[in-house]
């Protein structure tokens, strides 16, 4: 559909001010639709006052045809009057004229305006003889009917004889002179049925009915409980014979006007809603339109800056015939970079400021390019600058497609980078690398590095493979090669020293064994420092030097330096006993020898002798004792054969034959016939000779003595176990010195305190230990530790 | 010069008929006790005070011996000799060490009055007897 020009200015007004239109689509509608309501309201209030006043006039005909009786009444009555004037059978008459209209409650004759027949009598005695005329309420009613000379209806009002009511009087004259009144009375509640005001529907309206006081000329209302009147709820109609005004009110006289504010209210909300919808409507091609510009402003935007782009970049960018290799177009950058000039540059194809090297390379990669196989290329090639300077760039080609109208041409897309510098540096770095790498492959250690977490290697020198024998791949292969190599024993106490320096960032040194590839076991002294990162452990670099040899000589060195000690301690203790026990027995000597010297007395001269021979003979002793354990300590070149424990041990027993016989011992020689032991054979027979002979000697008398012999393994060690039910050692006093030289623990006469000494320093001399473990007076256990 | 009476407390049996013969010789005592061990002299001690019998001037106590050595005597004797009021007992160690240590120890106790080295002379007797 096309519009004329003037509608489509006029539709076009509509679209560009949307907000405008729509309020006046909102007020016409609104005004149209209200208007109609308001027609409406007019023709329901018009045909509700109709309605009214139809009412309005059906119950005034009512009453005015009351009336109306009312006046044939009082006519019929005023006839009766006879010429003396005195009413002829008024009873009579009144009972008829009562019967014949029967909105009247009663008839009266008031002859010169005194009440003097009334009809019925019952209920009205009380109005007889009221001198109207007289009477303050009834007077002016009363002369005004005189006044008029036509029936007047009096009231309402409160009638002497009870209720409410209202008096119509004929005035009557006779032969014109004022007779009196002929009056009926109608008592209200007859007047509303007859007038048919109760009979008519009262849900929608009520009636009110009202008389200009004589007396105070306002206005009184009448019917209470009617609905008060405002200035537009009722009609109205006069009935003269009374002077009253009868009015029909309206109940719901706002229902109208309600229904018109209601539909008031629909009326602008429909016409809001639609004016709002074409608020939209209008709108759409506004926004559709500003889309449209906000789209070309980019486009023509994108075209300035990609041509910018193109111009003003810091790469190089050229389009190239795809066939000859020709620039077709280059910008500013790849003209400088090149050193040519756009007109120079124009004049050539890649291929010759390409270096021979590269040049096949952009060959093969253009065929690729042509056929379809890839897409982009890039690569790292060098060009030939005007000046005739090799410089290096990053190349990146793409295939351009042009649709012109049907026709495709396709062109090269070429940015180039130069990365001559980078190039360079990457060199240096390369070189700085393989320098540092054989300087690190140089170093007699293993160079690593470390994640601080989870001890993952990303690094590990070459030498690994000299120290260890794994190659750093198969190190680098797993993931816990390091903790997984090293020996059982330092594993453990290893990783957690590491992680606890590593988590307090605490560069650390320390050294382990690890598992070489052999099975040997390379003792390593790990060197690391913590790298932190943000104040965390991020990784450890170290390295491990190999210090096996050095911990051997330091093996060897303690174990020389334990057995220096050791010998020191000896030579301190045969210092002591020499000094102690050689003493004693040259202190003796010389006293005794002062003694003989000094005495005249032949006989004791003879006893010193005696006990200077004693002395004597102790010394020898002693010496011969000092001279074993000399023995013991410096023979150097012992012979340990294999010898049959339980031999032995039989020969010791048989050689104390006579004291156990004596002593009456049980021996219990648990000992296998076939457990074999490398022991110097000498030092055997003594040991055993010495430990069951003082087992023998401190037996308890009080009972049964047994000594029971064991041998048995623990761990690596051999044990013979030799233990006695006896008289027991107090070890808490003597445990220093039960091993010690001339110690003894008893006043025995054989305790020499010789015995434990040697055998202590035989089983030292075999590279064994002897402990001892007592209870007084319950048993004595020796247990020989065999190397 | 009133004479004293001495203990000897030494395991050397033959010290002990030595040392009896030099007591006697010197004529500075006129009543001499021996003891083989510290234990035995000990219990003499504690028995003598017990039953109020006269108490040692002197005791010449040896080092070395078996079941109560003379370091050991002296701890046990060490409260006996505290509580004595009306007598005090000289103690002087006699011991064939000639160990610096022991020399040491003997003149650091309060309750040793002197160290003598083995052989015991006369003159050893009447210095110790003054």
Redesign the interface.
């Known amino acids: 559909m096309r519009l004329n020009k003037n509608e489509y200015k006029l539709v076009n007004w509509f679209f560009n001010k949307p907000k405008l239109s729509g309020f006046i689509v909102f007020t016409c509608l609104s005004s149209i639709f209200i208007y109609i309501a308001f027609q409406k309201y007019q023709i329901d209030k018009e045909n509700k006052r109709v309605e009214m006043s139809n009412t309005l006039k059906v119950i005034t005909q009512n009453i005015e045809q009351s009336l109306k009786n009312c006046y044939t009444t009082t006519l019929s009555l005023a006839l009766t009057i006879n010429d003396e004037g005195i009413p002829q059978d008024f009873n009579s008459i009144g009972k008829r004229l009562l019967e014949s209209n029967s909105s009247i409650n009663a008839v009266q004759m008031v002859p010169n305006g005194v009440i003097k027949y009334i009809y019925p009598m019952k209920g009205n005695e009380a109005a007889m003889g009221l001198d109207i005329l007289n009477s303050k309420l009834h007077r002016d009613e009363a002369i005004k009917s005189v006044q008029t000379q036509k029936m007047y209806f009096a009231g309402p009002f409160e009638l002497t004889q009870g209720g409410k009511g209202i008096v119509g009087r004929l005035p009557v004259y006779i032969k014109n002179k004022f007779w009196g009144f002929s009056a009926v009375v109608i008592k209200m509640d007859r007047l509303l049925v007859s007038s048919g005001i109760n009979s008519i529907n009262n849900k929608n309206y009520c009636f009110q009915l009202s008389k200009i006081n004589p007396i105070t000329k306002k206005e009184d209302f009448f019917i209470p409980k009617a609905i008060k009147l405002t200035q537009n709820n009722f009609v109205s109609s006069y009935i003269p014979d009374g002077d009253w005004k009868l009015y029909i009110i309206d109940k719901n006289s706002n229902i109208l006007l309600d229904e018109f504010r209601f539909k008031t209210f629909i009326a602008l909300l429909v016409a809001f809603t639609i004016g709002y919808f074409m608020f939209l409507l209008f709108k759409k091609p506004e926004e559709m339109q500003l889309l449209i510009e906000e789209q070309a402003n980019r486009l023509i935007n994108n075209e300035l800056k990609f041509k910018a782009i193109f111009e003003q970049a810091a790469i190089g960018i050229a389009n190239l015939d795809v066939e000859t290799g020709r620039f077709i177009e280059v910008n500013e950058k790849f003209c400088e970079l090149l050193g040519y000039t756009e007109n120079e540059i124009k004049e050539k194809d890649f291929h010759s400021i390409t270096h021979p090297e590269d040049f096949k390379k952009d060959i093969e990669n253009i065929d690729k390019l042509k056929n379809g196989i890839i897409d982009q290329y890039s690569v790292e090639k060098r060009y030939f600058t005007k000046e005739g300077r090799t410089i290096w760039a990053y190349l990146t080609v793409a295939l351009f497609v042009e649709n012109n109208n049907d026709s495709k041409k396709t062109t090269l897309i070429s940015i180039i980078e130069d990365i001559t510098e980078r190039k360079k540096n990457e060199e240096l770095v390369i070189n700085s690398q393989h320098k540092i790498e054989s300087l690190i492959n140089t170093i007699d250690g293993i160079v690593w590095e470390c994640n601080a977490q989870t001890l993952e290697f990303n690094f590990i020198s070459k030498k690994v493979e000299d120290i260890l024998g794994y190659t750093a791949n198969e190190w680098l292969s797993s993931i816990t090669f390091w903790e997984d190599h090293i020996y059982h024993e330092d594993r453990e106490k290893i990783v957690k020293f590491c992680a606890e320096k590593t988590a307090e960032s605490l560069n650390h040194d320390f050294e382990y064994r690890m598992v070489a590839k052999d099975g040997t076991l390379v003792w390593l002294r790990d060197i690391v420092n913590v790298i932190t990162k943000n104040n965390k452990a991020d990784s450890l670099r170290g390295i491990m030097i190999n210090i096996t040899k050095t911990k051997e000589i330091e093996n060897d060195l303690n174990n020389s330096f334990n057995l220096v000690t050791e010998q020191n301690q000896r030579l301190l203790n045969f210092s ?1 006993i020499i ?2 026990n050689l ?2 027995h040259t ?2 000597i ?3 020898i ?2 003989i010297e ?1 005495t005249e007395n032949d006989k ?1 001269r003879e006893e010193m002798i005696e ?1 200077l021979k ?2 004597s003979n ?1 010394l020898n002793e002693t010496l011969l004792n000092l001279n074993e354990v000399v023995n013991i300590q410096t023979n150097l070149t012992l012979t340990i054969e294999k010898i049959n424990l339980k031999n032995y041990i039989e020969g010791a027993l048989k050689v104390l034959k006579k004291q156990i016989k004596l002593n009456d011992i049980t021996i219990d020689n648990l000992v296998c016939d076939d457990v074999e032991v490398n022991y110097n054979p000498a030092y055997m027979e003594s040991i055993l000779y010495n430990i069951i002979s003082n087992a023998i000697r401190y037996s308890a008398k009080d009972r049964k003595s047994i000594i029971s012999i064991r041998y048995y393994t623990e761990e690596d060690s051999k044990i013979i176990e030799i233990s006695d039910n006896g008289i027991g050692i107090d070890l808490k006093k003597n445990k220093d010195k039960i091993f010690g030289m ?6 025995y006469a054989d ?1 020499k ?1 010789i015995g434990l000494f040697i055998t202590k320093n035989q089983v030292d001399a075999m590279g064994g230990n002897i402990v001892v473990e007592s209870e007084l007076n319950v048993r004595t256990t020796f247990k020989i530790y065999i190397k | 010069m009133r004479k004293k009476s001495i203990w000897v407390i030494d395991d ?1 049996s ?2 002990k ?2 040392i009896q ?2 007591i006697a ?1 010197s004529d500075k005592f006129d009543n001499v006790n021996l003891f ?2 510290g234990e035995e002299a000990s219990l003499a001690l504690k028995k003598g005070i017990k039953n109020k019998e006269e108490l040692p001037d002197i005791i010449l106590l040896d080092i ?1 011996m ?2 109560m050595n003379g370091w050991e005597f002296m701890n046990e004797i060490n409260v006996l000799l505290s509580e004595m009021v009306d007598k005090t007992i000289k103690i002087f160690i006699s011991s ?4 610096f240590e022991d020399k040491l120890k003997a003149d650091a106790h309060p309750n040793i009055s002197g160290y003598l ?5 006369l003159e050893d007797l009447d210095k110790i007897a003054l």
Do not use: A, Q
């Not at chain 2, 064939?96 to 160990?99: P, Y």
């Open positions: 002591y000094s102690h003493r004693s202190s003796n010389s006293s005794l002062g003694l000094t004791e006990l004693t002395v102790s001339y110690k003894t623990f008893s006043n305790s305190g | 050397d033959i010290f008929i030595i013969k030099l010789r083989s061990n070395e078996p079941i064939s060490s000639i160990t080295t083995k052989p015991i002379t």
